[in-house]
């Protein structure tokens, strides 16, 4: 469907009609100085018969060419099929462990022994998905807190970059302050009503220069609302040389840190024993942090001005061409060959 930006730009197709009736004719004047001209070497024959020859009225190319420049100043599109918009839901920052101990394989994932960072992954690719209309940013941290993709709605962009974090990419440790001070600085400058952060870990604050409930207490007068999961198995058989034994893999998790952390900011502490329990917990989140259900319209718009536009250049040419007389002796010429064919 072809629309136009400023139609009203027609309304001026008549206006060479009206400078021409309406301002005086301009008398010529003969020239005080004659400069040497080609013209008196044309033969009255063969001028004549081209000027019978042409068969395009002097008035064509001109009007065309005044049609072709109003066609472009009216700015004509194309609009395209409706797209829905996502929403301006919630700022949603995901704060992921990536210390050396979320390679223990204590969870199962499709009866498979995993590590933690995988079914991390693998729950989290759905849970993206379902915050269509949310922006959504990624801390990962260990050693250190680094911002692996700041609050977009391009939520796939942000998937791949999650699903290429490896285990140490941060460094070993554990610097749960400094990931919540970076997710802090990173929702400052947005709306305080929808500031939220998902902090994932599976152990203790071993690392950073921010302690964890200082960070916490700053996300309180940010208005930042921080929801924290810890994450590991209760226990899991590991083989020995005196055969296999009972541990529990999640016993550098401190959990009272991270209720403390949650009950600060106005959030929940979740723990995740497993993929399922991991799942449950994000679906409560999804209860707990909606995201908005009026998607707002777009129509995308082609523009197409330049080709009225390139047809003005062309004509242009043409008389261009005309008024030197080449295009009427190429249709002589032409027409010439015919005859004689």
């Known amino acids: 469907m072809i629309d136009w930006h400023w139609p009203w730009a027609f309304y001026l197709l008549p206006l060479p009609l009206l400078i021409f009736w309406v301002l005086p004719k301009v008398k010529r004047q003969e020239a005080a100085l004659k400069v040497p001209s080609l013209s008196l070497w044309k033969t009255s024959t063969s001028s004549a018969q081209i000027q019978s020859d042409n068969a395009w009225p002097s008035f064509i190319l001109p009007a065309l060419l005044w049609f072709a420049l109003l066609t472009a100043l009216a700015r004509p599109h194309i609009l395209g099929e409706t797209v829905e918009l996502p929403t301006s839901g919630r700022d949603l920052m995901l704060a992921i462990d ?6 223990i394989e204590d969870m199962q994932w499709k009866g498979k022994p995993v590590n933690r960072l995988f079914t991390v992954k693998s729950v989290l690719n759905d849970f993206i998905s379902q915050r269509q209309g949310d922006r959504i940013g990624l801390v990962l941290f260990g050693t250190q807190a680094y911002l692996q993709a700041p609050l977009t709605f391009d939520w796939q962009t942000v998937r791949t970059l999650m699903n290429e974090a490896q285990i140490g990419l941060a460094g070993k440790s554990t ?8 997710t802090i600085k990173r929702l400052q400058s947005h709306p305080e009503q929808s500031r939220v952060v998902i902090l994932l870990t599976d152990g203790a604050n071993t690392s950073g220069e921010v302690d964890p409930l200082k960070a916490a207490e700053l996300a309180q007068q940010s208005n930042v609302k921080i929801y924290t999961i810890g994450l590991g198995a209760d226990s899991m058989e590991v083989s020995s040389f005196f055969g296999t034994r009972q541990v529990n893999p999640s016993r550098d998790l401190d959990e009272k840190s991270l209720q403390q952390i949650a009950e600060l900011t106005g959030g929940h502490y979740f723990r995740a024993k497993d993929s399922k329990d991991l799942e449950q917990i994000y679906d409560m989140i999804d209860q707990l942090e909606p995201t908005e259900k009026d998607p707002e319209i777009f129509r995308p718009q082609i523009n197409v001005y330049f080709w009225p536009l390139a ?31």
């Open 98 to 103: 990536l210390s050396g101990s979320m390679d």
């Open 175 to 182: 610097a749960i302050g400094d990931a919540i001070g970076l």
């Open 311 to 341: 047809a003005a250049l062309l004509i242009s040419f043409i008389m261009a061409l005309q008024s030197i007389g080449l295009f009427r002796n190429l249709t002589y010429f032409v027409n010439t060959k015919m005859r004689k064919l």
